[in-house]
């Protein structure tokens, strides 16, 4: 930056012919001459016409001077072309809603195919596909301005979905105007308690729903309601009636419908958040609103102060929020290096992001489905680093993620390796196989053949050079993932993480993703909650060294009993802080045949093989030290006493009916 | 009688003229104070980066102290050449005036390939044309960039501020600074139309080039010799702002003036021994020199005429000389494969020189001699400069 300091300029717009100057100027020269042909004898009328000459003269040539300075000046006032936009930038438009009208028209229908909701005459919502939309859509307006602020659709014809729904409505804020409509079925699994908590709202109908009823609602959360319409479905094979519910909302004034939090930076920006959103809770109270501003401790000597984090979100906003929460609590955090992609205009990641004062930065969805993910990536990569032209790594988020209070700690430790190790490929934070039960130590560190993402460091020589050409384009329809764990781009790399994750994937919402998936292979994660955890013996991580730890452990290995059942608790004896190996058939480098059947009884990833070093697989149990070495694939075969003959597990027969493709990240 | 008034005349005129050379002489001094005053103080911040909430609130202080502001930002440039995405805009300029005095704060911010950008100052709409006379202020005419200083820190007026280190290099690099930015959405209609080249030899030539490019860049600079990016690699940067992967070759050129006899040790130096070297100091040179991977780099020496510049080519079997006429330009910088280089700024001329109208369709098949529509023949060298003017390696 530069500063320029400009003085007066006041006296330069001498262009204006009324300036004295201008005028005054022209006469003398032409008048003086004619005195000097007249001046007569003696030295006073001499020195007087010398006198007069050189004023003449000087005059003369503060007259050009001046002139020249005008012309400038001139310049200045010509039409400052340069320095035109010449888009002629339009205001952009004002949203709907605002201006005297102190009433909302609102229509609400229900009915078995289809429902939509209209205010003012603007449809806000409108759902008549086929399969899907099913349950009570719930719309919460804005009290004072008639804003849709937040659009959800809880499916209580299916379990559980009726205490989410709860939750929710909890979360809005009293006066809020809430529109509620059913389509199709919204009964079958809608409990008491979410009954109870309709009958607070003030409905009649709510409390009372039955199977297959249309029901449409409008009411302001605390009371008075301000329109309802039901009807009872006659039959268990038919629908209740289309209801049509039209009614008039008064809108409140803006006063009553704000909090009067302390007029701050970080007010001003709840503020904005707050008259736009709804249900996120108490981010919004107005009594007590919890912080937006996080001060974790700065991290001593922090390796990763100036390394910029993308966190690649997509339309979940309320995801995203979780997660900025936790990212922005962690230890040694540096907000102004983080920026956060979101993949398509979606307007409320962009609140979210405006609301924690980060950068946000929106991506036109290119192709589809995994496809459109890979290449929302592959743009938010090569922004991160053309923003921080700089940076030699790139932390990589996602949006479902929480982020340990000692990520960056982990990171700080070990990113060095990065630099001096070629074959490395990343670091991640997350261990595929650190379950609550075979995690458990967070300053241990392993090398792992595997790219586990899910919190990751990327070089920008690897990024730049090696995968930013090649990137898959979009047609082809290709995890970014599944494509950078190919042979072809991991080239024999590895990527070192901890036994201990530093990321919790709490997503169950996503494209590849859904409540059985996410139950069975990601909530029993293991995830560190210890703040400054110090790594032991990080540059063991290293090529050589590593082997060399690897060997150690081996050594002092106790072999396990192969002639139990590895599936039985008992394969394990009941000891704390032991060594134990035991070895598995493999007999070539890709024959994980008895490995993904124990992985299968250890409850742990089954789904590809994750966490191989050279055929070695290391986690815990029990709270010892487990290590499965496959034989004779792995070069610690050599390791295996000849008396043991390794464990051979059949898979079982292909079933029908299997769980489908998996979520890789 | 006639004495008398002669010496009345005398004295009324030389009262006029002293009264009028007083005032001339305090109206001078305004004028003067006002163009000293432009010169005055130059210093450069630190703080490379952006920090939206640092910036706001030194906006909202000056306002606070009775300046009024304006402030000036745009789109990312740094995300532009990126499939549409789209981001907070990023702040160019402040100017902050407080009665007659402002203070102009031109924000620099970092790109890929290790210099400072600044914004164009460009003017909205609706807003004030007068605010501060535009035309007077060093920065934002044009976009600019400059090698990325090194700071150190300096007392001036008793506060403390980083300047950079070689003042003198900044100052120098201010008037040949504009900057102008590849066309990336012409560039994107461009691969709409005809589809990137993404096999393996594309990708493998373009990271050969590349680093050719970054090579040749560097040891010219060490040399202290300006270049730009010509021919194919011009086209490359104008039409799809990348290396046309078939072009084969990195095309440079230099002013002949610039020319430096160790030019050619000093690539050798680099690992890129020459390859062929045609015609001399005084008429036609040309340089090739062996890159990796089979990329050459040529270097055509431009000569300047009163109304247009050359350069030459030769055609070694039969002696025969080429001339390739472009309009006169001037260089600006661009940002080009992670890198700040030289193009010419009338970039559009130098293009349709030398490929025609139709340079945005892709033509694979091109004849030196016969293709541009701007080469015309230059004679034949004699047999007894051959030796001289035609040098095989």
Known sequence: MARRFLKPWAGRDNGDPRNPAWTTGRPAPSSSPLGLGRSGAGILPTGAVLFLLVTVIVNIKLILDTRRAISEANEDSEPEQDYDDPLGRLEPPHRRGRGPQRVLDVEVYSSRSKVYVAVDGTTVLEDEAREQGRGIHVIVLNQATGHVMAKRVFDTYSPHEDEAMVLFLNMVAPGRVLICTIKDEGSFHLKDTAKALLRSLGSQAGPALGWRDTWAFVGRKGGPVLGEKHSKSPALSSWGDPVLLKTDVPLSSAEEAECHWADTELNRRRRRFCSKVEGYGSVCSCKDPTPIEFSPDPLPDNKVLNVPVAVIAGNRPNYLYRMLRSLLSAQGVSPQMITVFIDGYYEEPMDVVALFGLRGIQHTPISIKNARVSQHYKASLTATFNLFPEARFAVVLEEDLDIAVDFFSFLSQSIHLLEEDDSLYCISAWNDQGYEHTAEDPALLYRVETMPGLGWVLRRSLYKEELEPKWPTPEKLWDWDMWMRMPEQRRGRECIIPDVSRSYHFGIVGLNMNGYFHEAYFKKHKFNTVPGVQLRNVDSLKKEAYEVEIHRLLSEAETLDHSKNPCEDSFLPDTEGRTYVAFIQMEKEDDFTTWTQLAKCLHIWDLDVRGNHRGLWRLFRKKNHFLVVGVPASPYSVKKPPSVTPIFLEPPPKEEGAPGAAEQT | ?393
């Open chain 2, 1 to 393: 009688m006639s004495r008398i008034n002669k010496n009345v005349i005398l004295a009324l005129l030389t009262l006029t003229s002293s009264a009028f050379l007083l005032f001339q002489l305090y109206y001078y001094k305004h004028y003067l104070s006002t163009k000293n005053g432009a010169g005055v103080s130059k210093s450069k911040g630190s703080r490379i980066g952006f920090d939206s909430t640092q910036w706001e609130d030194w906006f909202r202080i000056a306002e606070n102290m009775g300046f009024q502001c304006l402030k000036i930002q745009s789109k990312d440039p740094r995300l532009d050449g990126i499939d549409s995405l789209s981001g907070t805009e990023i702040p160019l300029h402040y100017i902050c005036k407080l009665t007659t005095h402002a203070i102009h704060l031109v924000v620099f911010h970092e790109r890929s390939g290790h210099y400072l950008w600044h914004g164009h100052l460009r003017l909205k709409g609706h807003s004030d044309r007068k605010f501060v006379p535009f035309r007077k202020l060093h920065f934002g005419r044009y976009p600019g960039a400059f090698d990325r200083p090194v700071l150190h820190q300096v007392i001036i007026d008793g506060l403390e501020v980083h300047i950079p280190k070689d003042p003198m290099h900044f100052l120098e690099e201010i008037p040949h600074s504009r900057f102008i930015e590849c066309r990336y959405k012409e560039a994107r209609t461009f691969f709409q139309q005809y589809l990137d080249d993404n096999t393996v030899e594309a990708m493998a030539f373009r990271k050969s080039a590349k680093e050719l490019l970054q090579l040749a860049a560097k040891t010219l600079k060490k040399l202290g010799i300006r270049f730009w990016l010509s021919s194919g690699t011009c086209l490359g940067w104008y039409r799809q702002c990348n290396i046309i992967p078939y072009s084969k070759d990195v095309d440079l050129g230099i002013f002949i003036q610039d020319y430096k006899s160790d030019i050619i040790i000093a690539f050798q130096d680099a690992g890129l021994p020459l390859k062929h070297k045609f015609g001399k100091v005084e008429d036609s040179l040309e340089l090739s020199f062996q890159g990796k991977d089979d990329v050459k780099l040529d270097i055509f020496f431009f000569y300047e005429e009163t109304d247009h510049m050359w350069n030459g080519g030769t055609q070694a079997k039969t002696g025969k000389k080429f001339k390739y006429k472009f309009p006169k330009f001037t260089l600006c910088w661009t940002e080009f494969v992670d890198m700040k280089v030289h193009v010419p700024c009338e970039t559009i001329e130098y293009i349709e020189a030398n490929y025609g109208k139709t340079w945005k369709i892709p033509v694979k098949t091109w004849d030196w001699k016969h293709s541009p529509p701007n080469v015309q023949p230059n004679g034949v060298w004699p047999v007894s400069e051959w030796d001289e003017v035609i040098q095989l390696y």
